[in-house]
């Protein structure tokens, strides 16, 4: 047998600069003039078809520009439309449509259009907001008589609604509803690809009927698909995501064992039928991912001999033309012809946000739509010149951009395709196969249920509802068509104005006052492997640290107390300059940091990466919040001839007591902070993790903080005792238990002198609420990641989950499932998603629990740990009531609860009264259900549809209250002045003979 082909590997930088591809994209946007004309003459045809059809049913273009997403409307429709179908209770149904048409004025809407669908959903929504009139409530006016005769009402209206929308964006139901609407109409030069609508799988059992769903797909699409041959044949969409539940970069070796031959199963039945069969688009994390996944398919000698085989590829990612020239590779390396669906991009908004968060170097997708658009051309133009090897698939709804397509493809039709979106683009495409009959334009037809169709349909408002939109503007007849013909490159210019100026690089996202944290991207394979690199350069034996003595801790604060003159007096100024250069040193040394994170701390990659980014924020945040509160005093309002002032001061010596869960991140934070007052700062990091501390000192002091004002003292509980009881003692700094903390308190209380502050942050049974209008793939995600990432062993994470009984079998069952994908191992392996707790106590403690609840509630979920080391598996409990959670359980064990939608007021009151108030998740779609949680629960933090983990330095200031800790918040402006004593000085400037200022100060 001849060997198997070398396959070409993908290589492009992650995220390159928009300025020099700009450089590049513009030198070859030009065109000759007489072939401009072309385009603006094509194109103009296009929008006149467009804004002069008469669409007797209405088309979304219709809806969307009904109700654009820049309306109080729009906004509210789009919200009603992810979530009202999948709400089962009629009386969470009646409040979240009474809390979104209340957001609207659907009641005095007057109706622009004349399409039959815009106007009965018009119509339906304005019935049902003049039925719920804005400030009513179920508990209200609704409660009587609206509620009994007019809710029902409104309900069906409203669903009605929904559903007729949705039905407009679906070709059908199901497969077989699908193909039996495209046979009915069939008309030349019209092809469908059908995508099998449903979020990415979390659980192997998804994950299995979502493949079962494809494969029925294709054997029914084939059975129905005639005689002609590829292209002129009809295809499927295949989502990765939606075939593997733990569809990540970091389980790359375990996604390409188990995927990859669920891929290869489903395009040889696609062969078979000799159907085309095209790899949709994901994430750009998850691009190379998909890369290897789709050529490790395509390399099969089974595919040998079909054209059928596709990708999709996303123009607004910056590496699409690299994709493709690697697509083009891999085809010649194979000798085979490959399909390529061209399509801007669809997840925009998430990829801004995710890549800000990870505080990346720059975005891996263009942030100005100009620059999407001429890079979309310039792939288009390298498609064509890659024909025949390559199939391109053009998926646009934009005029200028499919007359210029038109154009760079020299007028002809022969060896590519347009698309579009099923319901979508009629009028533009009916006008170009009228005019250019050898044309062909094949429908993107999304095929499921209305609960598969939320996320898509949100997808499609978010990408065309908005005022920018060619879709949005192509049908206003104020906007001119010469503005709809500008070129992309006119837009952008010059190449240094690719960039979106309000949208700024990660690294600028806090500036002026300071730099963002840098992180990496697990899904940029060079980086990750650089990274790995390092951190296996740097990692080292652990030594052996020894404990001080009580008469060593009794003479550390002696030492401290005269190292905090000289350091009091210290400028904020240079204070702050020393915290920033310690955050510097932080970044340059973080693989070496995280070794000793993992190696000590047992802690798994994405926790190392996301403390040693922890650690750097808050060095750089209370330096930059110091430089305002202690540079300068503040002068204060009052009468002439007087001058008064308000400064902040040091205290003295505090000491700093941290824990084994964050060892970096805490410790440094409330060393720098104390430093940042002008205190001397006495270190006792906790016992299981000493040398991160030392690690942590010494770099301080590298970074310019004296000996003298920073000391450690390392051991256990009693030598954290005897710090806490000297007398010179001005305060104390505390993470952990709120046992230890009620200790602390008693201790200071019953020292003889000053009153001395206690700033504590303890633990909490921390819950989250999920009501009936959550996306229960969005639960089951926050969920897995507040009560399972780091074991469980934050002090944030997830201990009660209190679920509405309407949905709760779903939900938790999704939850378990997902539990069950979660790899428990080494925390040095990459794709470890739990690794072991801190010790054998932890262990034990946690292993007692799991077997009194096992004996005591429901178990719904039993995960299998490694036998060695300190490993606990995640666990998921069923619990009568919230009330039966007394104590927090430190480790990655959840506890459940039901509660009835008519019982939610108690269930407030069961989690008030266990007096923690540290972190709340609320999910929901209803407005009015968050403000009632919030305004009924002091919990410190609080956590709207998203997990309840992370807090980010000067984002979400950090810290509870109750049994949950004093406050201030660490990493909040009100923080640092709590290390501070205040000083207010009030001087009589007109003591020495009057006021002259007032004398001199004429008119």
Known sequence: MPPEP???????????????????????????????????????????????????????EAMLREFALSTKEGLALMVLAEALLRIPDASTADAFIEDKLGQGDFAHHRIKSDAVLVNASAWALGLSARVVHAGETPQGTLAALTKRIGAPAVRAATRQAMRLIGNHFVLGETIEAALARAHAHPREGRRYSYDMLGEGARTAEDAERYFQSYAEAIMAIGHTAGNAALPARPGISVKLSALHPRFEA????????ELTPQLLELARLAKGHDLAFTVDAEEADRLELSLEVFAACFADASLAGWDGYGLAVQAYQKRAGAVIDHVAELAQALDRRVMLRLVKGAYWDTEVKRTQERGLSDYPVFTRKPMTDLNYLHC??????????????????????????LELADGSSDGYEFQRLHGMGEALYARLLAEHPQAVCRIYAPVGGHRDLLAYLVRRLLENGANSSFVAQAGDDNVPISELLTRPAALIGRPEDARNPVIPLPRDLYRPLRINSRGIEFGDRAALDALLSEIESARKPLPTVVSATKEHAAATITAAHAGFVSWSRTSAAHRATILERAGDLLEQRRAAVIALLQDE???????????????????????????????EPVTLPGPTGERNTLALRGRGVFVAISPWNFPLAILLGQITAALMAGNAVVAKPAEQTPVIAELAIRLLHEAGVPRAALHLV????SIGAALVEQPDVAGVVFTGSTEVARVI???LAAKDGPIVPLIAETGGINAMIVDATALPEQVADDVGASAFRSAGQRCSALRLLCVQDDVAERVIAMIAGAARELKIGDSRD????????IDVEAKTRLDAHIARMKREARLHFAGTAPASDNFVAPHVFELSRASQLTEEVFGPILHVVRYKAAQFDELLDDLAATGYALTLGVQSRIDDTVARVIARLRTGNVYVNRNIIGAVVGVQPFGGSGLSGTGPKAGGPHYLPRFALEQTVSINTAAAGGNAALLTDGE
């Open 6 to 60: 070398q396959l070409p590997a993908f290589a492009a930088a992650y995220a390159p600069d928009d300025a020099a591809l700009a450089s590049d994209l513009l030198d070859t946007a030009t065109l000759t003039p007489d072939r401009e004309a072309r385009i603006d003459n094509v194109a103009t045809g296009l929008i006149t078809a467009i804004r002069s059809a008469e669409h007797v049913f209405g088309g979304v």
């Open 250 to 257: 970091i389980g790359r070796d375990r996604v390409l064992r």
């Open 380 to 405: 288009a133009g390298k498609l064509l010149s890659l024909r025949p090897r390559l199939f391109p698939q053009f998926a646009s709804h934009n005029a200028l951009t499919v007359a210029t397509i």
């Open 601 to 631: 701390g047992g802690k798994t990659l994405d926790d190392c990466v996301a403390e040693v980014r922890e650690a750097i924020d808050y060095c750089r945040y209370y330096a930059s919040e110091g430089r305002l509160l202690f540079e």
């Open 714 to 717: 390392q051991g256990d509980g």
């Open 745 to 747: 308190n008693r201790t």
């Open 830 to 837: 990459p794709s470890t998603h739990v690794g072991p707790v």
